[in-house]
């Protein structure tokens, strides 16, 4: 899946903060830096403090009770973009959580973004089952502040939008969904920017991002 630009300016906002100008003697395997400009200089400890220090949160998506928090400020669709861009999670994994742009149906300035939690992916012609789907149209070039929260067990799901609750309801087609499948996965269009992104284990009260040791 394209991932957009958006996801690699704030790791390295957050990197270069982290970092104090150190050697690139020592850079772990399979890790590039870039010899033109800008250039990050860091060393195997940084890599290791950096994941020490942003390793917060939840040690892995929390499958049967979370909450997922983020502001997007999106764009219209341009050129490379499909109608259904994902912009969170992967939508060919069964049993998670994604977001994506449904464009098709927009007016000028205006846009839909989507939340499912698919319970089956699309094989073929055959469409996915969902336990539960809601669609919000939202202004573009604004900030909007998406909470969807979720407990499998109760069979609940609610997605709020700058604070408006959407009507719909979980689908007892989709009873048996958890997040077990989930990927953390970033997207979008070019251009959208995706903000103070957390995950919290509503079982445990863990917030933050989960660990990249656990996935």
């Known amino acids: 899946m394209k991932r957009s630009t958006i996801v690699s300016k704030p790791i390295v906002v957050a990197v270069s903060a982290l970092f104090a100008g150190t050697a690139l003697a020592g850079v772990p395997s399979g890790v590039s830096v870039k010899t033109s400009h800008p250039r990050l200089y860091v060393s ?5 403090r950096l994941e020490i220090e942003a390793a917060v949160g939840p040690k892995t998506f929390p499958t049967q009770k979370g909450e997922l928090k ?14 259904t861009t994902t912009i969170f999670g992967d939508q060919n994994a069964p049993n998670s959580l994604y977001v994506r742009h449904a464009d098709s149906a ?9 939340v499912v939690l698919q319970r089956t992916a699309r094989v073929g012609t055959t469409e996915p089952i969902n ?26 799901a609610v997605l709020k939008v700058d604070n408006v609750q ?50």
Do not use: C, I, M, Y
């Open 44 to 48: 195997a400890f940084d890599f290791t």
């Open 70 to 83: 983020f502001t997007l400020t999106p764009v219209p669709k341009g050129t490379g973009d499909t109608a």
């Open 106 to 114: 927009t007016s000028a300035g205006r846009t839909l973004v989507q």
């Open 131 to 156: 336990a539960f789907a809601a669609t919000f149209e939202v202004t573009t070039g604004t900030p909007h502040e998406f909470v969807v929260t979720w407990d499998a067990g109760a069979k609940t």
């Open 166 to 215: 959407h009507p719909a309801k979980w689908q007892p087609a989709g009873d048996g969904w958890t997040a077990s499948g989930q990927k953390f996965v970033l997207g979008g269009h070019k251009g959208d920017q995706l903000k103070n992104l957390s995950v919290r284990n509503l079982a445990t009260n863990e917030v933050g991002l989960p660990r990249l040791r656990g996935q």
